[in-house]
Every structure is written in structure tokens, then in C-alpha cells.
């Protein structure tokens, strides 16, 4: 545990310094200034060693984000997708706390041979039990035929309405966190509410560091495995000559 911190949820005192004390960060730019719950994640914040530290510099210069940021699919998921945690700041130096919403996308129907989404259902006589749709309605909701507009497959190939409806996460970052909350009002129980909270999230930005972490110690083996030959070689030559 890096970020995240224990503290007496029996104590009202300890809780509001732990809301008070935490690390903030703005939600979205600094002229907005809404602020919420944050870590920072720069590297020289991150308590690594100086091997670490070397090879994570290193790592910066690739694309890793996708391979380390699963804590946070976990964290919303877990959520109902009512909070999220994004990154903001120059060089995306925060992890921060955000509102957030599932929200249906509205689409109906998908197509299977190129993915394509389609607002309106296909029409399928044998599927509504409740049998009689007026034409109107079908005008309007469905299609008769599941042509896909987009690739023209059909039949087997073509459209088929979600058993699911999607959905997508709506992120509100103008939106501040707690920022000039007066806690004292809160109740014992809003207040430990709100400590799982915040300590969740603190324990995503761990996980998030962990697998940074791991990442780096990853990439250190492979350049090992580079160098040996190299070595192999050089002493080779000097035995030669
Ligand atoms: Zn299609
Ligand atoms: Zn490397």
C-alpha cells in the first residue's frame, strides 16, 4: 500500500483529515477550478528505486497506458459506473476521482459482419409475444429486414437486435469532488461511506503502480537478454587478438 493509507473510521476527527489531507488535483484545467480526489503518479512520486526509476524513464517512451490501467475498468465496474478515475495534468502526472454515468448508447440493433450499430430494431414477427406492432411503430423503432446500411449484409449476416442494450460511460470532469464540503454536517455513516470510497480509490491508484511497477521490471529482463550476447561477443574478440 502506497497511496492508500489506514485510519480509524470510528473516529469522526480522523475522517475529515483524512478527506482534507488528501491529495487534490484539478478535474479538468486549472481556470475551472474544480478540484477532486487525486494521487500523483510522476515518477520521481512514485517511491522507486534509481533502477527503477532508469528503467521506468525508459518506459515512458512506449505506449504502456492500456497495458497497466485494468484497476480502473475494475474500479468503475465495481462503481456501477456511478465514479471513474482519469488522468489529468501536464504529462498526465494525476490519477483523479470522477463523476460518472452509465448511460444507454440508444443503439438497437448491430450488424454482424462489420460491427455497425443502428438505432432502430429489426422487425421480427415471431420475437414480440405480445404479438400486434402497428405500422407506425415498426416505422419508427424497426426495420423490416436486417439490411446493414453500412455493408449491405443480410439475413444470417445482417442485423440483429442487443439482448443487452449498450451502454457507455458518461465522465463528468467539470464536475468538482468534495471541494468545500463542510464534513462536520456529514454523518458517522456518510462519512465511512465516503472513506470506502475514497480508500478504493486510493487502492486502484496502488494497483495502477503495481502493475507500473511490474511493467519496468519486465522491460529491465528483456534488455538483460539483449545485452548478454553483446557481452558474449566482446570477450570473445579480446581472447582472439
Ligand atoms: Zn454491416
Ligand atoms: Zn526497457
Redesign the pocket.
Known amino acids: 500500500m502506497f497511496f492508500e493509507k489506514t485510519l480509524d473510521k470510528r473516529s469522526k476527527k480522523a475522517m475529515i483529515d483524512f478527506f482534507t489531507g488528501h491529495c487534490r488535483y484539478n478535474t479538468m484545467n486549472s481556470w475551472n477550478r474544480s478540484t477532486s480526489y487525486a494521487q500523483n503518479i510522476k515518477l520521481h512520486k512514485l517511491g522507486l528505486t534509481s533502477e527503477q526509476l532508469n528503467a521506468a524513464y525508459e518506459t515512458l517512451q512506449a505506449d504502456f497506458w492500456d497495458e497497466i490501467n485494468q484497476p480502473i475498468a475494475d474500479f468503475t465496474s465495481e462503481m456501477s459506473g456511478r465514479y471513474t478515475i482519469g488522468t489529468n495534468g501536464r504529462s498526465s502526472g494525476y490519477l483523479v476521482l470522477y463523476n460518472s454515468k452509465y448511460e444507454l448508447t440508444g443503439h438497437k440493433s448491430h ?1 454482424r ?4 450499430r443502428n438505432y432502430r430494431y429489426v422487425y421480427t414477427p415471431d420475437a414480440t409475444a405480445e404479438g400486434v406492432i402497428t405500422a407506425a411503430v415498426i416505422a419508427r423503432d424497426y426495420t423490416i429486414g436486417n439490411k ?1 446500411g ?4 443480410e439475413g444470417e449476416y ?2 440483429v437486435n442487443y439482448t443487452l442494450p449498450p451502454k457507455r460511460l458518461s465522465v463528468y470532469p467539470g464536475k468538482s469532488f468534495d471541494q468545500n464540503e463542510n464534513f462536520s454536517e456529514w454523518s458517522m455513516l456518510e462519512l465511512r461511506n465516503r472513506v470506502e470510497l475514497v480508500l478504493r480509490f486510493d487502492q486502484a491508484c496502488d494497483e495502477i503502480r503495481d502493475n507500473f511497477i511490474e511493467l519496468i521490471g519486465s522491460c529491465k529482463v528483456v534488455e538483460e537478454v539483449v545485452m548478454i550476447p553483446k557481452t558474449v561477443k566482446r570477450i570473445e574478440c579480446c581472447h582472439a587478438s
Open positions: 450488424c459482419t462489420c460491427g455497425q446493414c453500412a455493408c449491405c449484409a445482417g442485423r
